[in-house]
C-alpha cells in the first residue's frame, strides 16, 4: 500500500511564527504536491515538486515556500504564519508517468491565531 | 490549461435513492479524469478513474461514472446510496503522458449528504 504520511494532524500557531509542514511518501514517486482546501473552493494546489531539489508554484505559493532534499519528503514552510492561512493542507504524491491518480496524506489542519 | 466545474455544491438525498454527482471539464487536449471521496476529517481517496477505453468506469463501494467527450463530462453516478457514503466528492483532471507538471486539478467538491 502507498502510504503518504504528514507528521501532524492538527496544529495551532500563533500570527508571525514559521511554520513547518512535513510529508514523507514511501513509494519512491517523482511527483509530490501541497493542496489548500477552503470550504467552496476545493483543492487548490499551492507548490509540486517532480524530482529533489526542483519545485515549481502552483495557483497560490504567495505567502509560503518549499523544500525538498531527498526524494521521499516534501515540506511547506509558512514564512510568517497569518491568520488567512488557517486551513486545511493536503500533501499528495504520484508517479511521474501521469498514468495514475495521486494518492494523499490525511491533512493537517491549521489553525493560526 | 484545464479546468474541472462541479454543478452542485451539496446533494441531500434520502438513502437508498439513486444519486448524480456532476462534474464537467474544459482541456484542448486529451485528459485523464478522477473522482476522491473525502470523509470527514480524513484526506482524499480514489473512487474511480478514467485514461482511455470503455466510457463508463466502476470503481470502489458501487459507484461508476460516464465519460462523455461531446458533452465535457465525467458524471458520477449511485444506484441506491447508503448512510455510510456521506462525504465530499470531488472531480479531478490531469494532462496525460510525461510532464514535469503533471498535476491534478481539482473542482470545487460537492458535498452528499443521505437522509435515512
Known amino acids: 500500500d502507498v502510504k503518504v504520511t504528514q507528521s501532524s494532524r492538527y496544529l495551532v500557531k500563533r500570527t508571525g511564527e514559521k511554520v513547518f509542514l512535513e510529508c514523507v511518501q514511501d513509494?519512491?514517486?517523482?511527483?509530490m504536491f501541497w493542496y489548500r482546501q477552503d470550504p467552496g473552493l476545493g483543492l487548490r494546489l499551492i507548490y509540486f515538486?517532480?524530482?529533489?531539489?526542483?519545485?515549481e508554484k502552483g495557483d497560490i505559493p504567495e505567502g509560503y515556500s518549499v523544500s525538498r532534499e531527498k526524494k521521499e519528503r516534501f515540506s511547506l514552510i509558512l514564512e510568517s504564519a497569518s491568520t488567512n492561512q488557517t486551513s486545511m493542507y493536503l500533501c499528495?504524491?504520484?508517479?511521474?508517468?501521469?498514468?495514475?491518480?495521486?494518492?494523499f496524506g490525511q491533512g493537517t489542519r491549521l489553525t493560526v491565531v | 490549461a484545464q479546468s474541472v466545474t462541479q454543478l452542485d455544491s451539496q446533494v441531500p438525498v434520502f438513502e437508498e435513492a439513486p444519486v448524480e454527482l456532476r462534474c464537467n471539464y474544459s482541456?484542448?487536449?486529451?485528459?485523464?479524469l478522477f473522482w476522491y471521496v473525502q470523509y470527514p476529517n480524513q484526506g482524499l481517496q480514489l473512487l474511480l478513474k478514467?485514461?482511455?477505453?470503455?466510457?463508463l468506469v466502476k470503481g470502489i463501494n458501487g459507484f461508476e461514472a460516464e465519460f462523455n467527450k461531446s458533452q465535457t463530462s465525467f458524471h458520477l453516478r449511485k444506484p441506491s446510496v447508503h448512510i455510510s457514503d456521506t462525504a465530499e466528492y470531488f472531480c479531478?483532471?490531469?494532462?496525460?503522458?510525461?510532464?514535469?507538471?503533471?498535476?491534478?486539478?481539482f473542482g470545487s467538491g460537492t458535498r452528499l449528504s443521505i437522509r435515512p
Open positions: 499528495a504524491s504520484r508517479p511521474q508517468t501521469g498514468h495514475t491518480e495521486a494518492f
Open positions: 513509494m519512491d514517486h517523482e511527483n
Open positions: 515538486s517532480y524530482d529533489v531539489k526542483m519545485k
Open positions: 482541456s484542448s487536449v486529451s485528459v485523464y
Open positions: 478514467y485514461l482511455s477505453g470503455s466510457t
Open positions: 479531478a483532471v490531469s494532462p496525460p503522458g510525461y510532464s514535469s507538471a503533471s498535476k491534478i486539478i
